[in-house]
């Protein structure tokens, strides 16, 4: 079960949200975070019996070691909980994702491959989350402390049971799929709030509206995207080896924008059902598509995945890095390349990898890892600091644009692409002549397609409009490019009602066909 | 006239925009727009997609959870994708005979199944390029079927396919097998409409399918079509030479169809005592001239080089040899496309689908009656039968009535 299942968005959530809200009012935050909890492990049931067993002993231990690293006065016990936790979720996730590669090996890969068979659902999200909530507590003990430990001597109860507030943290249904990956100094004093329990009327406007607005990502462009133009394309090159040029090239360019669609309308969506319980998730995406060079795109692409990436791998290794260069006074390039240039390849080949055992995900992070360093080697010379200031700021932000989305939308086919053999073959297949009658879909397709585009160029997204209201926690400030004649601003306000009632009722018609997120299989 | 436009203005940028509030705006539109009607009026469609879900939650149409009332389904009334939505209903209720077959086996109505057979519960569950990795999953779930009796199966060249494809309708009805409680392709207003009669204690039936069935059974005969004739007429009058030559060689272990479909499901019928006809559907001989020369097909694009309709006889060789070299004596295949009877262009909708009532109950007749059996010993006069056939066919003309 996932978020556009009608039987969650129409039976279990509003039952859920009943039960919730009761749950608040008669026992506090306590009897709501009960009802989270429990209405979290029911949807991961869903997923399978497996998953659950999973998802619950990995909690388990995640919350013993995090005890461990905030309570423990003895610095070596409270290293030794940390790298045993992330060991332990990295070696679970490795186990359950890697199995193409780890098969060979006597023991762990029949370990593996059974535990592949047994958990098709991807944990990858999750087991970031929580080895990010050891590195979060080892970081913050004080804050996290405060938050989770049991009072000492003296103090007043905590109104919630504090392993209850990790447990609901570590299995919150909204994202324990598909994301956002949350920091746990970000969702943990939300429960500890007094108000936790209480259902808001604008809170419930503003979650139905994300909602809305993700149901219509999904259903209405990275449905209809994937099902006209990539997937039968993608199919045929792994079938034939070839399709026509001009196909292959609306496939590309199809690709990018579907998954923006889908991966986001799943991120709003689950905002939005995280809302509506009074809770604020991270945001995960802020138009990246109008992105001016690749720095820029990984401040508005999966953020929560770039931010965790960045501080807790490339931040580490960076300072290591460079203090490894002051030791050998190194300057200059080789001073560049241990403290910048090799903690950002290594990045980005996470970054790939994590999305699963392919080549063609290594080479795509190596290729954006490269291209992060050549951006910002250009930026930093003197020459383009001088030139940046005598181009006006729209032509820069159009040329960086003009530049950043066709070479995004051409690793991004390679991303799509099942094998590096595939890939070739769809760009060999470019300079095949057209197949008459197959490549050119017909008008009403094109200007979906054009629409698509236009939206995820022109117009507003989510977040801009419900500005006003926090609809979820930013981790970047990025400036915003929307024209100012599509810069509109969501007012819970019988207009925007309107229109948002008119989304849900468009997508109900859409509702019986449930095709998997992109990122369900990662 | 100047103000009041302004006013509107000042109120359409303060909703859409969310502009400070300038005075003068105009009272009625700022009060609409500002007034906090917004949630009851988003409550609306969610009432309505919960309303929606009860419903189907408390009747389960497609048998999909372990509640819900009895399923009651309404005879020869279902669209394909409603029946592929089906099948786990079909599977889970007693018949007597359930047909699955590709398209060419879709015609045959439930009244002449068991007009032809005297059984009373017959259903045909073909729906349009079954292929061999959903063939496998219905079969599988069919012979299951409480007090089946007789499992009938269309093999046409579709199942000559050595891939995993499947379509859209194929993946139906796998789903339909394997879906869990919380999925529902069953959220859709024609079945909700369709339970809300089930649940008055009607049948699961609307009104607004039986058009689309109709369609079915009702197509007017390819004659009447100008286009195909005269297609037709030019393949046979100047035909592809390479339908005469013979068929390039490949074995009976590169059909799938054979030891993952054809086997395991005879097998299985014969513990159940179920008797299995394997029906080779009926084309007309003209129809062989069109293939050759218009080879293309999305479902079977692999003809490669050679006579097609050879391959496909040759296909049908590996069938029969297949059920006789498994010992398989409740299997029996019946070779319709080489029954005169039964292949008269006149007869047809299009080039391979026979529809006409009279001859689809002259083929049931010929199964009952085992007129077109064929076995290993038999396969030679068939296959004799078939080039003879096409031979003959080499003469024939269309000439459109003015």
């Known amino acids: ?522 | 006239m100047r103000a009041i436009i302004d006013r509107l203005v000042s109120a359409i940028r303060r909703t859409i925009y969310g502009a400070p509030r300038r005075q003068g705006a105009h009272r009625f539109i700022i009060a609409q727009a500002n007034n906090r009607l917004f949630l009851p009026v988003v409550v609306l469609p969610v009432l309505y997609g919960i309303g929606l879900c009860a419903i189907l939650m408390l009747v389960d149409p497609y048998d999909l959870r372990p509640w819900g009332l009895s399923p009651r389904l309404t005879r020869q009334s279902y669209p394909t994708i409603e029946k592929v939505n089906l099948v786990r209903v079909y599977v889970n209720t007693p018949h007597d005979l359930i047909l699955l077959g590709s398209s060419t086996a879709m015609p045959f109505t439930e009244e002449q199944l068991d007009a032809a057979f005297g059984y009373k519960s017959s259903v045909n569950l073909s729906y349009e390029a079954l292929m061999p990795p959903d063939a496998s999953r219905v079969l599988t779930a069919a012979v299951d079927t409480p007090g089946l009796k007789r499992l009938m199966i269309g093999i046409d060249y579709v199942q000559m396919r050595a891939d995993d494809k499947m379509e859209y309708l194929g993946r139906g009805a796998i789903a339909s097998l394997t879906n869990q409680w919380f999925d529902m392709p069953d959220f859709t207003l024609p079945v909700v409409r369709a339970s809300l009669h089930r649940l008055k204690g009607d049948n699961f039936d609307v009104p607004e399918w039986r058009p689309e069935v109709d369609k079915l059974y009702d197509a007017p005969a390819v004659t009447t079509r100008p286009d195909i004739m005269a297609m037709l007429d030019d393949s046979v009058a100047h035909p592809d030479p390479a339908i005469f030559e013979p068929a390039p060689v490949r074995t009976c272990s590169s059909y799938p169809f054979i030891d993952r479909v054809l086997l395991p499901v005879g097998r299985a019928a014969m513990i159940r005592k179920i008797h299995v006809d394997l029906l080779f559907p009926p084309v007309p001989f003209q129809s062989y001239y069109n293939w050759q020369k218009h080879p293309y097909s999305q479902y079977y694009p692999s003809w490669g080089t050679g006579s097609h309709y050879r391959q496909l006889v040759d296909f049908y060789q590996c069938v029969v040899e297949a059920v006789a070299a498994n010992g398989l004596p409740n299997v029996t295949a019946h070779a319709l496309d080489a029954d005169p009877r039964l292949t008269q262009i006149t007869d047809f909708r299009d080039t391979i689908h026979l529809t006409r009532p009279d001859a689809l109950r002259r083929a049931l007749s010929a199964i009952r009656n085992g007129d077109d059996v064929v076995t290993p010993t038999t396969f030679a006069t068939y296959r004799k039968a078939m080039d003879q056939g096409v031979a003959n066919a080499r003469s024939w003309r269309w000439s459109p009535v003015k």
């Not at chain 1, 149901?215 to 090159?237: Q, S």
């Not at chain 1, 002051?326 to 994590?354: D, E």
């Not at chain 1, 692409?417 to 073959?425: C, R, V, Y």
């Open chain 1, 1 to 522: 079960m996932s978020l556009v299942h009608p039987a969650l968005l129409f039976m279990c959530l509003p039952i859920f949200l009943i039960v919730f809200a009761a749950a608040g009012r008669l026992w506090g935050s306590r009897g709501a975070l009960t009802v989270l909890t429990a209405a979290s492990l029911l949807f991961g049931a869903t997923q399978g019996i497996a998953f659950l067993v999973v998802i619950v002993a990995s909690a388990l231990v995640n919350y013993a070691l995090l005890m461990v690293i905030v309570r423990s006065d003895r610095p070596a016990s409270v290293r030794l909980a940390l790298y045993t936790g992330i060991a332990a979720n990295i070696g679970l996730l490795a186990l359950a994702k890697y199995s193409v590669w780890l098969g060979w090996i006597p023991v762990i890969g029949t370990a593996s491959l059974s535990l592949a068979a047994l958990i098709p659902t991807t944990l990858s999200f999750l087991t970031f989350q929580r080895s990010v909530a050891l590195l979060d507590g080892f970081s913050a003990r004080g804050a996290v402390a405060t938050d989770l430990q049991k009072p000492r001597a003296g103090e007043a109860l905590s109104p919630a049971n504090p392993p209850l507030r990790f447990f609901a943290f570590a299995s919150m249904f909204p994202n324990l799929l598909i994301g956002p990956i949350a920091y746990l100094v970000e969702v943990v004093p939300q429960f500890a709030r007094s108000s936790f329990g209480r259902i808001r009327p604008i809170d419930l406007s503003i979650g139905l509206t994300l909602l809305a607005i993700g149901l219509v990502k999904k259903f209405y462009f990275a449905d209809i995207i994937g099902r006209d133009w990539v997937d039968p394309v993608f199919a045929d090159v792994a079938a034939h080896g070839a399709t026509g040029g001009l196909r292959a090239i609306e496939a590309m360019v199809a690709y990018y924008v579907q998954l923006y669609f889908d991966f986001s309308g799943y991120s709003d969506m689950a905002l939005g059902v995280a809302r509506m319980m009074g809770i604020t998730l991270p945001i995960n995406f802020d138009s990246p598509s109008r992105a001016t060079g690749i720095v820029d795109f990984y401040r508005r692409w999966h953020i929560t995945l770039t931010r965790v990436i960045a501080r807790f791998l490339f931040s580490p290794l960076s300072i290591a890095g460079t203090r490894y260069a002051a030791r050998k006074r190194w300057r200059g390039a080789r001073a560049q390349a241990v403290s910048l240039w090799l903690p950002l390849i290594v990045n980005f080949i996470v970054i790939g990898l994590w999305h699963g055992p392919r080549l063609t995900y290594v080479l795509f992070g190596t290729i954006h890892g490269l291209w992060y360093i050549l951006e910002t080697e250009v930026r930093g010379t003197k020459w383009w600091k001088k030139r940046r200031k005598t181009i006006a700021e729209p032509i820069r932000m159009l040329g960086g644009m003009a530049l950043t989305i066709p070479l995004l939308i051409l690793t991004f086919a390679l991303f799509r692409s099942a094998t590096l053999a595939d890939f070739g073959h769809l760009l060999g297949s470019l300079g095949n002549p057209a197949q008459p009658g197959v490549d050119l879909p017909s008008t009403w397709k094109f200007a979906q397609l054009g629409l698509a585009y236009a939206i995820v160029m022109f117009g507003p997204n989510a977040y801009e409009m419900l500005g006003r209201y926090r609809p979820g926690i930013r981790s970047y400030i990025n400036v915003s490019i929307t024209p100012r004649l599509f810069a509109f601003r969501w007012r819970p306000t019988l207009f925007w009602g309107l229109l948002v009632c008119a989304a849900i009722a468009a997508v109900i018609g859409k509702m019986s066909a449930v095709t998997p997120f992109a990122y369900q299989v990662f």
